[in-house]
């Protein structure tokens, strides 16, 4: 249904939204893409979350949603970086302003119960909360650089966080799994207009929304493991680092080859993993391939791990990381091989 609903409604908004998110239609420089569109997936997203929430409380009226502090800190979150970011895509928002909001729905997370458990102290597990939510937020704005990669790797992160639900915590009729299950339906219906070639993006209202939904979901069935199974508080963080291998391989190359550039991490580009396959002769949609096997070997590998942790098993984590590993070198390698061909495109699209 959340497929279906999401279809139609981006069906929709594309129809009579011709112009949202397009600050200025000569603006190529940043963007991958060289043509304007509509900046409205993340509106489909919202309307899915809102009425699944909805949903959920009619069928299972024994069940008041409102009466659990941490759905209120999800839904007061989520409304908030969907505002804030579908007021960036109208007017394009001062940085500042937008970081504020991201560390304001961090300590929303704190006020209603959702904190990652690392530390035995209780103030370095909710600095690490609040910076893991930001944190996440931007990577997936930033990976929003080529169609359909954010909505790929988000849906492929989230079916990790639902088998998670399933294995440890045994959810199968609860307001986190239809959540979850509702969103994962909301992107895939968005990326119907998202694949390349791409009729509509999501634009910051979906990848700041979809940022916060994944980092919350991340830490409630991710990075707490730990204390889930009575395991090291570190299996959590080392499950979570291989289902986000897409994203923290993308994000950790950027801010290395920026900084080594003496470039601030924050300012747009084409200096990202996907855009140096590019540059290694694939296109683009090609590219969306390879991230789909990334993401779809990250999950499964994740997964994995989620299982053995059940039965105590915590060895084989230690090993599986090096899959993390393998996968930056590969894409970092790129960005060194192919860095005349990041000039000559950047270079083109400034004549142009």
Same mark, same amino acid.
């Given at each position: ?75 007061? &979150? ?36 959702? /904190? ?6 209780? +103030? ?16 997936? /704005? ?39 299950? &509702? ?42 493991? @730990?204390?889930?199974?009575? @395991?090291? /508080? ?8 291989? &289902? ?17 550039? @003496? ?18 002769? +694939? ?12 993401? &779809? ?54 004549? @142009?």
């Amino acid at each position: 249904m959340a497929v279906l609903i999401s279809a139609t409604l981006n069906s929709l908004l594309l129809k009579f939204s011709k112009s949202l998110g397009i600050r200025n239609n000569n603006d190529v420089l940043i963007r991958w893409s060289n043509q304007s569109k509509p900046s409205i997936g993340g509106i489909s997203f919202f309307v899915i979350f809102i009425f699944s929430s909805i949903g959920y409380s009619v069928v299972f009226s024994d069940e008041y949603i409102f009466h659990n502090m941490q759905y209120i800190g999800l839904l007061s &979150a989520c409304s908030l970086a969907f505002a804030m970011g579908l007021a960036d895509d109208a007017y394009n928002t001062q940085p500042l302003i937008k970081l504020s909001i991201q560390i304001l729905c961090g300590i929303l997370f704190l006020i209603t119960d959702t /904190n990652i458990q690392l530390f035995d102290f209780p +103030l370095l597990n909710q600095i690490l909360t609040v910076l893991w939510v930001v944190a996440i937020m931007n990577s997936l /704005n930033m990976l929003d650089n080529m169609d359909g990669i954010t909505g790929t790797t988000s849906v492929f992160i989230l079916l990790t966080c639902l088998s998670s639900s399933f294995i440890l915590f045994e959810l199968n009729r609860n307001i986190w799994s239809i959540l979850l299950l &509702a969103q994962v339906g909301s992107i895939v219906g968005f990326l119907f207009f998202n694949i390349n070639p791409s009729k509509m993006f999501m634009g910051d209202s979906g990848s700041q929304f979809i940022g916060l939904f994944v980092a919350f979901f991340s830490i409630k069935f991710l990075i707490n493991i @730990g204390e889930i199974v009575d @395991g090291p /508080n570190w299996s959590g963080m080392v499950i979570c680092l291989l &289902a986000f291998t897409p994203t923290a391989v993308d994000t950790l190359t950027v801010i290395i080859n920026r900084l080594k550039k @003496g470039k601030s991490p924050m300012v747009g580009g084409k200096d990202h993993t996907t855009h140096f396959l590019v540059y290694a002769g +694939l296109k683009d949609k090609q590219v969306w391939y390879i991230f789909i096997l990334i993401s &779809a070997l990250s999950t499964i590998l994740s997964t994995y791990l989620i299982y053995l942790s059940k039965f105590h098993i915590f060895i084989p984590i230690l090993i599986f990381i090096t899959y993390f590993i393998v996968i930056f070198i590969l894409l970092f390698r790129l960005t060194i091989k192919y860095k005349e061909k990041e000039k000559e495109k950047v270079n083109s699209k400034d004549v @142009g």
